[in-house]
């Protein structure tokens, strides 16, 4: 089993920045890929970034890329999502995952462990 607690979720101006956290307990002795996923009220979660155990990979979707940067420290079993030139249309609730093994998933099915979601609000 593994744990997910997020934070760093809150009120941000469009343009603006934050930084959300993701630290992991339990089987983290075991190699596992992390993503982060957001819903927006009214739509399907979808998918925002994903990195591999190691870091070496990255995959984001077009919607952000350019704008937010994921990435890990495994001696903190933490994983992060920096997020700049914040727009309106990022509001949603935040949830990161976690996938034990090497393949880096992009889709929902593929994540076993979820955190509760942290709220990021961006006002225009």
């Known amino acids: 089993q593994v744990q997910l607690v997020e934070s760093g979720g809150g009120l941000a101006q469009a343009g603006g920045s934050l930084r959300l956290s993701c630290a992991a307990s339990?089987?983290?002795?075991?190699?596992?890929?992390m993503g982060w996923f957001r819903q927006a009220p009214g739509k399907e979660r979808e998918f925002v970034a994903a990195i591999s155990w190691g870091g070496g990979y990255t995959y984001s979707s077009d919607s952000v890329k350019g704008r937010f940067t994921i990435s890990r420290d495994n001696a903190k079993n933490t994983v992060y999502l920096q997020m700049n030139s914040l727009k309106p249309e990022d509001t949603a609730v935040y949830y990161c995952?976690?996938?034990?093994?090497?393949?880096?998933?992009?889709?929902?099915?593929?994540?076993?462990?979820w955190g509760q979601g942290t709220q990021v609000t961006v006002s225009s």
């Open positions: 995952a976690a996938s034990l093994g090497n393949v880096v998933p992009t889709t929902t099915p593929q994540y076993r462990y």
């Open positions: 339990g089987r983290t002795s075991s190699s596992y890929a």
